[in-house]
Structures are given as C-alpha cells and as structure tokens.
C-alpha cells in the first residue's frame, strides 16, 4: 500500500497581542514510528481561523523553517514562542482533509477553553481541554 504524500505549504501568521495563534496543536505517533504535531481545533476569530488556510487535522511539519520530526510537544512550543510577533508554519493537508474540515467545523462552534482564554500557554490550553500529552 503507498501512501500518497502531501505538498507542503508555508502561512504566516501574526500573534494575538498575547502571543496566541489561535490554535491547539497535539503530538501523534504516525503507523512508521514518528511522531508528528497536528492541529486539533481552531479559536473561532482568532488569527489562524481569521486566515482561513489552516484547518483541524493539518499536520504541522516545521516553525519558522525548523523541522517538527520527532520534536517534543514542549520543543514545538518554545519554537512558537521564540517565533516573535509572526509565526511561519509549514504544514501538509490531512490525506482525509474532506472528512478532517468538517469536523474543524463542528470542533470550533464548541464552547472551547481556548476561545476564552487566549493568553494562556499552549500546554495549559491542552490541558484544559482534557487533552494528554506525551513529553519524551
């Protein structure tokens, strides 16, 4: 079975004042032993639902030019903090992205931590939400 590869695409996305992106990002383990970030929900009005190219279920491949494989979840989030005003994020669409942007859909009208809090961190953000990360 071959898996068809994603092109890659690159978006610039500018920081709240508070330094959020408007996103929650997730470490995954993919089927050959990787571990990747993907994008688990958007804040509606926020800087990534306001540019409209990132949706839940993308998969992250780097910040500012600096690869994701195998990084930590908090690697990947030093990266975005060390990133300044605008992040630049590299990303592939989800091989199910018809499927994945319908549930971005129905995931950001949910009353969602992160929508009220923004200037929380993004470890604090997943935490709230009950989502469990794994450090290595």
């Given amino acids: 079975m071959t898996s068809k590869r994603q092109p890659e695409f690159t978006v610039e996305i500018e920081k709240t004042p508070e330094g959020s992106l408007g996103i929650s990002l997730v470490g995954k383990n993919s089927s050959d032993g990787t571990t990747g970030i993907v994008v688990v929900s958007i804040t ?3 800087p990534t639902d306001k ?3 990132i949706s839940v ?3 992250v491949k780097a910040i500012n030019g600096i690869s994701l494989r195998d990084k930590t979840q908090q690697e990947t989030l030093n990266l975005i903090k060390e990133s300044g005003r605008t992040a630049r994020i590299t990303l592939t669409k989800s091989h199910d992205s ?3 942007t319908q549930s971005a859909s129905q995931m950001t009208r949910v009353d969602h931590p992160v929508a009220r809090n923004p200037s929380s961190s993004l470890e604090d953000e997943l935490e709230k939400s009950g989502v469990r990360v794994s450090k290595r």
Avoid: A, I, K, W
């Fill in 57 to 59: 279920g993308d998969q």
């Fill in 51 to 53: 540019d409209g190219r």
């Fill in 98 to 100: 018809g499927h994945m």
């Fill in 44 to 46: 509606p009005g926020g």
